[in-house]
C-alpha cells in the first residue's frame, strides 16, 4: 500500500463528499444525496455537488475549492459523465492526482450504461454497485439496497481516515423522548 500525504484539506474535522456527475443524472445525483445525509449528524458530513454555487460566485474556484476540500469524491458515472470534457479534462485529473498522494478515496458509482471499461484510470478503479451493474438496470428496491450498501462503505471509510488522523467524532446524543 502506497504512503499517501494528508492534506491540510482533508485533514478537517468536517469530512466533505464531493459528486462529480453529469447534470443529465441529476436525479442519481439526488437519490446518492438522500442517502448521504443520513451521515451528516454522525460524521458532520459535508455533502458537495456544484448546485451549492451560488449566484455571482466564481463557479470553477468554487469547485476546485471543493475538491480539495475533499475525502471522498463520488464520480456517478454514465456515458454522460465520461462524455463531458469538463469532467474528463478537469475534474478527474485533479482528483486523481489528490489519490495518487493525499488521502482522498474516489468512488465511482456507475448510474446507467456506459463503456467504462475503455477508460484507463477508471476501469483500475473498483466501483460500485457490486459486478459494476448500472443502479439504472435494477429495480428500484434494489437500486435503493445498492445505494444504501455504497453509503455504508462511504461511511467506514470516512470512519477509518478519521481514526488515522486520531479525529473520531462522537454521534450526538439523542434527543429523550417527551
Known amino acids: 500500500m502506497r504512503a499517501r500525504k494528508k492534506s491540510v484539506a482533508a485533514s478537517?474535522?468536517?469530512?466533505?463528499?464531493?459528486?462529480?456527475?453529469?447534470?443529465?443524472?441529476?436525479?442519481?445525483k439526488d437519490?446518492?444525496?438522500?442517502?448521504?445525509?443520513?451521515?451528516?449528524?454522525?460524521l458532520t458530513l459535508d455533502i458537495w455537488d456544484d448546485r451549492r454555487i451560488g449566484v455571482g460566485a466564481d463557479w470553477f474556484r468554487e469547485i476546485?475549492?471543493?475538491?480539495?476540500?475533499?475525502?471522498?469524491?463520488?464520480l456517478l458515472v454514465s456515458?454522460?459523465?465520461?462524455?463531458?470534457?469538463?469532467?474528463?479534462?478537469?475534474?478527474i485529473?485533479?482528483?486523481?492526482?489528490?489519490?495518487?498522494?493525499?488521502?482522498l478515496e474516489v468512488a465511482p458509482l456507475f448510474v446507467r450504461p456506459c463503456?467504462?471499461?475503455t477508460v484507463g484510470w477508471l476501469a483500475a478503479i473498483q466501483g460500485r454497485p457490486t459486478d459494476a451493474k448500472p443502479l439504472s438496470g435494477l429495480g428500484d428496491h434494489a437500486a435503493e439496497q445498492a445505494?444504501?450498501?455504497?453509503?455504508?462503505?462511504i461511511r467506514e471509510r470516512l470512519k477509518e481516515q478519521a481514526a488515522s488522523r486520531g479525529v473520531?467524532?462522537?454521534?450526538?446524543?439523542l434527543p429523550s423522548p417527551a
Not at 478537517?12 to 442519481?28: G, L, M, N, Q
Not at 456515458?79 to 475534474?91: K, P, Q, W, Y
Open 168 to 173: 473520531l467524532t462522537p454521534r450526538p446524543p
Open 12 to 28: 478537517a474535522a468536517r469530512p466533505t463528499v464531493f459528486i462529480s456527475y453529469s447534470h443529465k443524472d441529476e436525479a442519481w
Open 147 to 153: 445505494l444504501t450498501d455504497f453509503v455504508m462503505e
Open 79 to 91: 456515458a454522460d459523465f465520461l462524455g463531458s470534457r469538463f469532467i474528463t479534462e478537469r475534474e
Open 115 to 117: 463503456a467504462w471499461q
Open 93 to 103: 485529473p485533479h482528483l486523481l492526482k489528490r489519490r495518487g498522494v493525499e488521502d
Open 64 to 74: 476546485e475549492a471543493a475538491m480539495n476540500r475533499a475525502a471522498v469524491a463520488v
Open 31 to 42: 437519490r446518492l444525496v438522500s442517502h448521504l445525509t443520513v451521515l451528516k449528524d454522525e
